[in-house]
Nanobody
Framework: QVQLVESGGGLVQPGGSLRLSCAASGSIGSIYLMAWYRQAPGKERELVAS??????????DYADYVKGRFTISRDNAKNTVYLQMNSLKPEDTAAYYCRISSMYDYWGQGTQVTVSS
């Protein structure tokens, strides 16, 4: 059974940083996509960043509102995806979810990020 375990959320002041982690356990198979989404209260879930591998090259994509502030990375040996979040703003407050896609889509349980002074 595949499980995704997220960690790294919390409360941070505006301008601060957090690093989210999402580790997959179990027989997940060949992963072709890893991504982070977020969902704020009353809003739909939205894609924050994604990363896919082609050979030894990783290709990352970002939502416009996080470009230059967030960095997605992956450790294939550990089946783990990270999201480094810098220069955090109050509008980044949301529950953050990881998604890992192989033959199936798997989702993490979510980790809360709150940006407030």
């Amino acid at each position: 059974q595949v499980q995704l375990v997220e960690s790294g959320g919390g409360l941070v002041q505006p301008g601060g940083s957090l690093r989210l982690s999402c580790a997959a356990s179990g027989s997940i198979g060949s992963i072709y996509l890893m991504a982070w989404y977020r969902q704020a209260p009353g809003k739909e879930r939205e894609l924050v960043a994604s990363i896919r591998s082609s050979g030894r090259t990783n290709y990352a994509d970002y939502a416009d509102y996080v470009k230059g502030r967030f960095t997605i990375s992956r450790d294939n040996a550990k089946n783990t995806v990270y999201l480094q979040m810098n220069s955090l703003k109050p509008e980044d407050t949301a529950a953050y979810y990881c998604r890992i896609s192989s033959m199936y889509d798997y989702w993490g349980q979510g980790t809360q990020v709150t940006v407030s002074s």
